[in-house]
Structure formats: structure tokens, C-alpha cells
């Protein structure tokens, strides 16, 4: 039986409305608007225990059409990763540890350690990309929970590329992130779709972020933003498919309210509408194809 969330993820409130259904991948996807914050969710949604058998045995053959690695995901995940850290290096001076949740195949541990010279970690519960990374002599994690019963020291960097809209509960994971797992003075590197360009609303997906409510909920949980970009690399160079943001735990209280985003369908019927007319007009410019065959990504 799916499971209806009540209340919003981001400001808890529980005046909600429909605000889009569709069918992905033969799966009924419904998505809600706060009525008070603009914030944007999936309900109904699966279940702990729907989703823990997900993401076990459907997602990755979903997705990409194969329960392991396979050329284009890895071309897609290194292309990624370098531009991360490049992103990452011009906004950080020093990185000693660093901690990459759902880090998949370990290209982004690879390219942070290159751009940093620093001691990488990874956290991946699908147990064929864990072994994947394992083999190209990466430590890597299970879970959060399996990194604290080993008594690791805290990271000065965690990064979490398209993580974030598939936790069911992103505020209180940023919240222990912050007190259990991040140093005081350390930063968070986030990448996730984008609401007004990306098309968002997959059965994966639990919430759908603008930067506004990117940054609203974050904030929420004790962090502060240093920077952020919209951007569309790998896949375009002028649609903003994406959002990266860097943020720092923050001082001031987390329990400030919320400051909601208005004109959230408006907003996105204008992005979707610009991007199918750049789409239309300069294909090659909207959606560019990975070229696997030209250039493999080697298994260090």
C-alpha cells in the first residue's frame, strides 16, 4: 500500500494540492505543492520497505538498463564528477577527508581525491557498483550507519550528486549529517535536478527543488550557502538542468521560518516552455548525446 505523506518536508505545514500526475515507466507518479511554502513532493509515494526492494532489485535496470555498470552511466558519472570537483576546487581552498554519499561506480571520489591530493570515503548501497568501486581499491561504505560503527573522523567535505530528491526524509538526513558526520568546518557540495528545466517527476524522486527551496531547506537544517550555479553539464550547455550548491553549517538557528516561493507552476510551465523551444530550435545545444565509443571511461 503506498504511503500518503501529510505534511510537507519542508515546513511541515499540511495544506497541500495536487500539482502533477503522470506515468513513468508504467508507475503512477503524483506529486504535491505546499500550499504555504511552494515546496514540491511525491505522495502517495512507496514505503520504506517498497523502496529498500526498489532500489535493490528495479532501479538501476530502470534507469539504465542493467543491474552493474556500463559504459554510458560511467561516462555520464565521470564527466559529472569532474565537473564537481573542478566546481569544488574553485570554492575550497583545503579538503583533508572527504565523504561521498550514494557514490555509485567512485568517480567523484576519484576526481575530489585528484583535485584535493585528500583521504576519500564512500557510502553505495547497491552492492554491484559497491564492489565495483571496491575492485578500483576504494573504501567503501554500505551505509551512514556503517561508517559510524567504525568510528571514522569526521569529513571537511561531503558531497551528495542527486542524492538528496530520493531521501525520504532530506531535512532530518542533512540535520545528522551535520551533527554526526561533518566537521564544524567543513562544507556540503549538492547537486539535484532542477525543477524549472529537468523534467523531475520520476517514481525515484521524492521532492523536486528549485534553488529557493533548495536553500530553504538546507538552511532549515543548520547550514548557511556559499555559492551555487544552475547549469546543464554534462547534458547541454545553455538549458540549467541542474543545481550545485555549497553549503556550511550555520550558527544561527535552524528553526527560522521557512520564506515560501511563489509562482512555483508558473515558473516551471516558463522553463519547460523555454526549453522546448531551444529544444526545438537548436537540438544539438539542448540535449547533448554521450559519445561512449569515442571516449571510454577506464576502471582505474
Known amino acids: 500500500m503506498p504511503e500518503t505523506v501529510m505534511n510537507c518536508l519542508l515546513c511541515n505545514g499540511a495544506m497541500n494540492k495536487p500539482f502533477d500526475s503522470r506515468t513513468f515507466a508504467g508507475k503512477v507518479v503524483e506529486n504535491q505543492i505546499c500550499r504555504s ?20 532489485s528495479e532501479y538501476r535496470n530502470l534507469y539504465q538498463g542493467s543491474s552493474g555498470p556500463n559504459p554510458k552511466d560511467l561516462r555520464m558519472q565521470q564527466l559529472r564528477a569532474d565537473s564537481l570537483a573542478e566546481y569544488a576546487g574553485r570554492q575550497i ?13 567512485g568517480s567523484l571520489m576519484q576526481s575530489i581525491s ?18 565495483y568501486a571496491r575492485e578500483s581499491g576504494l573504501k567503501i561504505y554500505a551505509s551512514l550507519q556503517e561508517i559510524q560503527a567504525a568510528d571514522e573522523e569526521k569529513f571537511d567535505l561531503v558531497t551528495m550528486s542527486h542524492v538528496l530528491e ?20 567543513g562544507c556540503l557540495l549538492v547537486e539535484v535536478p532542477n525543477l524549472y528545466a529537468h523534467d523531475s517527476f520520476e517514481i525515484a524522486h521524492l521532492s523536486s527543488f528549485s534553488i529557493h527551496t533548495l536553500c530553504q ?3 532549515k537544517a543548520g547550514y548557511e550557502m556559499i555559492a551555487y550555479h544552475k547549469h546543464g ?33 508558473i515558473k516551471r510551465i516558463l522553463g519547460l516552455f ?27
Open 233 to 265: 553539464y554534462p547534458r547541454s550547455k545553455v538549458i540549467p538542468y541542474f543545481l550545485t550548491a555549497l553549503f556550511c553549517p550555520s550558527t544561527l538557528s535552524s528553526q527560522n521560518k521557512v520564506k515560501p516561493e511563489r509562482f512555483v507552476s
Open 37 to 56: 511554502c511552494g515546496f514540491v513532493f511525491q505522495s502517495p509515494r512507496m514505503t520504506s520497505q517498497e523502496a529498500e526492494t526498489f532500489y535493490a
Open 114 to 131: 585528484h583535485t584535493f591530493q585528500c583521504e576519500t570515503v564512500g557510502i553505495e548501497p547497491g552492492e554491484a557498483y559497491r564492489q
Open 274 to 300: 523555454r526549453r522546448r523551444v531551444i529544444s526545438r530550435l537548436f537540438p544539438a545545444l539542448a540535449w547533448k548525446p554521450l559519445d561512449v565509443e569515442k571516449d571510454q571511461v577506464p576502471k582505474s
Open 217 to 219: 531547506l538546507v538552511r
Open 166 to 185: 530520493h531521501l525520504p526524509d532530506p531535512r532530518t538526513y542533512l540535520e545528522h549529517l551535520k551533527d554526526e558526520i561533518l566537521a564544524s568546518d
Open 93 to 105: 581552498k583545503q579538503v583533508s577527508r572527504h565523504l561521498d554519499i550514494g557514490c555509485s561506480a
